[in-house]
């Protein structure tokens, strides 16, 4: 019997590509005369006009063997019996003996074990088919999941890091103001020492006879206006002078416990000169425009009606010459150099 050739979009074993859920599952049933998807959760049918179509705009006209030798098995099959019903037939009608029918029935068995055969091996296949197809699909499953939770812990990562970012930004600008905040102490701090000598201390009672300060820890630094004001006010200045009795000591004590008292930050000033074994004390005042302003208001021995409240420059290894803060006229505003500056100490 001669060959019957399939066209090629009708071919059966080997699968083709599913329009509907584009797997590799379609299958041609040449019994039916359809095309039938065998993914499980697609399971669609398609004439076989619906696939020339599709191949028309995919360009898809791949054959397959294995489709057409299903098809012909089952054409064999058909053919086979109605082979069987003619040769009984004509066993029959032309009075053939019987081992001829029986070679023939033979012949028939064969064929159809050959068709089981093929079926099986289809069976088979689509078993293993099904069986790759769940496993994809749980890994791709597994996949999706592991992708989704590095997702979640690189978002985690960037906010960390832009947390610790705005944080180290922060850190810096601290320490920048810090190490500013330092250097300015640290240069205050030697301008202290080589301005004002051996000691500035704070809240510590001057180790000498009488100065016993007492401190507002609410004073504030004044301005030198206010500085000025308060000076001009204060009648310290205006007591006499007594050997013994009421000292310059006793002239920086009253003037620093007179400005706590009305709010103005004061400190108590002892001086010491080169080559002399006695001191001298006055006051400072750190203002908020000027600076440090020393004041003397050490009084004469003898009184007369004038202001006697004087401003220092006082540095180490300058002279000590006090300039009157309120000139009285017939009077020189220099004042008599008491000496030359070997050491300061600055008790606020």
């Not at 003996?97 to 029986?102: A, I, K, N, Q, V």
């Not at 050959?114 to 088919?129: G, I, M, V």
Request: charged fraction near 25%; aromatic fraction near 10%.
């Amino acid at each position: 019997m001669e060959r019957q050739v399939r066209p090629e979009h009708e071919s059966g074993l080997e699968l083709r590509e599913c329009p509907h859920c584009q797997w590799k599952s379609l299958f041609w049933n040449g019994t039916a005369g359809i095309y039938e998807c065998l993914n499980r959760d697609c399971k669609a049918t398609f004439a076989r006009a619906d696939i020339v179509q599709s191949d028309r705009f995919r360009g898809n006209h791949v054959a397959s063997e294995a489709t057409y030798r299903v098809d012909s098995l089952r054409r064999k099959t058909m053919l086979l019996s109605v082979c069987l019903v003619l040769a009984v037939i004509a066993a029959i009608g032309l009075g053939l003996g019987w081992s001829s029918s029986s070679k023939a029935l033979m012949k028939v068995s064969d064929d159809l074990a050959l068709q089981e055969q093929e079926t099986q091996k289809y069976r088979e296949l689509s078993d293993e088919y099904h069986a790759k197809s769940d496993e994809y699909q749980a890994k791709v499953e597994e996949d999706a999941i592991q992708i989704a939770k590095v997702q979640t812990d690189l978002d985690q990562t960037k906010s960390l890091y832009a947390s610790t970012s705005a944080k180290l930004i922060s850190t810096e600008a601290e320490l920048q103001n810090t190490e500013i905040s330092l250097r300015k102490s640290s240069n205050e701090l030697a301008l202290f020492k080589d301005t004002y000598g051996s000691v500035v201390a704070s809240d510590i009672e001057p180790p000498f006879i009488g100065a016993d300060i007492v401190n507002n820890s609410k004073a504030k630094n004044p301005t030198w206006r206010q500085l000025e004001g308060f000076i001009l006010s204060d009648r310290t200045d205006q007591k006499p002078y007594i050997p013994g009795v009421y000292m310059c000591g006793d002239y920086a004590r009253e003037v620093h416990n007179n400005a706590e008292r009305v709010g103005i930050r004061c400190a108590w000033v002892a001086i010491d000169f080169v080559g002399q074994p006695v001191g001298h004390a006055c006051n400072t005042f750190k203002t908020t425009d000027r600076g440090l302003i020393f004041i003397d208001c050490t009084g004469p021995l003898n009184l007369s009606p004038f202001n006697y409240d004087k401003i220092v420059n006082v540095k180490l290894g300058h002279d000590y010459v006090p300039e009157s803060l309120f000139p009285q006229p017939g009077w020189e505003i220099e004042w008599e150099d008491i000496g030359l500056i070997a050491d300061v100490q600055v008790y606020w």
